[in-house]
């Protein structure tokens, strides 16, 4: 049987090496030069390829439990098993991410790669698919300059985000064309722009913090880790694990940011009480506490001026600069577009495909799998998993080796 699969990113790669371990033809389509390129990217560079503290609350969509029977059939564990079968070693971190023991992304593509040649899979690099049809006989698989039948298909071309990688349309394009339909297309895991000036002149400044993003006065999503203004707005680890639809409603969006997540209001007060005593300027009163820059535009926002010294601050002072630390709000306006995002927010409508096979209920022999469906994950290696739990699960049933 010959096993056609559009698309060499993660989930696809995932879905012919089990397809092939059946004895079975698999095709890899793939419109770059290479496969994984987009892969090479994620966890700046690094790769986070799960997450041992995975949970289906982490997954989203119109259905996100259309992605537990793939989870739970291929869950982490033996996500990492399936790792070190092909050579990979991994660390894993306090927060449950998975990373490579080599800290770099190269080595999940390489093993990948190789795992690829061992079972016989033929890698068509630098094959944009043009159209596919069900004939007669299988699906005809198009090129501009070539034509090729598979017995079965499988689309794994991933989400419109990260155009510059290898986001593309094509796998919404092709399942449009057997009859399938798509939710909005959003951008997830993305910097948030704001109208505040003061993000520019800390343009590069990381900051560990707890961000909660109020809609219209009301708490929509909250999350604690590191924060990077940019010359726009808002980027960072703990932007992307709550930027999912942000903006997307009329309304006033707000960003509210506790810079000493780990002390209380009272605590902080009276650190900053402590440290009036010492013979600083007042435009130097946070530094060993905060990134200069950062700690001069709390100063500033707190309207007390910088040329005196420290112990000239009153009660009042300290107490409205601890607001400030503790609650500095920073409105927001939109999210930057697909370009700049990492995951895709929305897709192929999951209810027409089998959640235990990955098969379409509309064709038959036809398979989705990863981003381009209407799954997507949050941030830490959340979306990776998924892209190796739905590629096994399509392989092997589109293989037959159940």
Request: proline share 2%; glycine share 12%.
């Amino acid at each position: 049987m010959k096993i056609g699969i559009i698309g060499g990113g993660a989930s696809g790669m995932a879905a012919a090496i089990w397809a092939a371990r059946s004895g079975n033809e698999v095709l890899l389509f793939e419109r770059q030069s290479r496969v994984g390129r987009k892969l090479l990217a994620t966890g700046n560079g690094r790769c986070n390829l799960s997450n041992t503290n995975l949970d289906f609350s982490n997954y989203h969509g119109e259905d996100p439990d259309f992605a537990k029977f793939a989870l739970d059939s291929f869950p982490v564990s033996k996500t990492l098993r399936w790792f070190d079968s092909l050579g990979l070693y991994t660390v894993t971190e306090r927060s449950g991410r998975v990373y490579p023991y080599s800290d770099q992304a190269n080595s999940v593509v390489d093993v990948l790669r190789f795992a690829l040649q061992q079972e016989n899979v033929q890698i068509l690099t630098d094959f944009e698919v043009t159209k596919a049809r069900k004939t007669a006989d299988g699906f005809l698989v198009e090129s501009r300059d070539s034509q090729i039948l598979c017995d079965k298909l499988i689309i794994a071309c991933g989400g419109l985000a990260g155009t510059k990688l290898g986001g593309t349309m094509s796998g919404y394009q092709l399942l449009h064309s057997f009859g399938h339909h798509a939710t909005k297309l959003r951008p997830a895991l993305v910097q948030i722009k704001s109208s505040w000036q003061g993000c520019a002149s800390l343009k590069g400044v990381r900051a560990n913090c707890h961000a909660a993003i109020y809609h219209n006065g009301e708490l929509y999503s909250e999350s604690t880790g590191e924060l990077q203004f940019t010359q726009y707005g808002l980027s960072g680890p703990v932007i992307f694990e709550i930027s999912r639809d942000v903006c997307q409603g009329a309304g006033e969006w707000v960003c509210k940011l506790d810079f000493i997540p780990d002390y209380s209001a009272d605590n902080l007060e009276y650190i900053l009480e402590c440290r009036r005593k010492k013979a600083l300027p007042v435009e130097d009163f946070l530094t060993g506490i905060l990134h200069n820059r950062l700690g001069r535009v709390l100063t500033q926002a707190a309207q007390i001026r910088g040329n005196r010294p420290a112990s000239e601050l009153t009660d009042a002072e300290i107490r409205d600069l601890c607001g400030i630390i503790k609650g500095f709000e920073v409105p927001l306006t939109e999210t930057l577009g697909m370009d700049s995002a990492q995951v895709t927010a929305g897709g192929i409508l999951t209810s027409e495909f089998d959640p235990e096979t990955m098969e379409s209920r509309l064709v038959s022999g036809l398979y989705a799998c990863g981003e381009v469906l209407d799954i997507d994950g949050d941030c830490g290696g959340y979306n990776l998993q998924w892209a190796w739990s739905s590629g096994a699960l399509a392989g092997t049933n589109a293989g037959g080796c159940v």
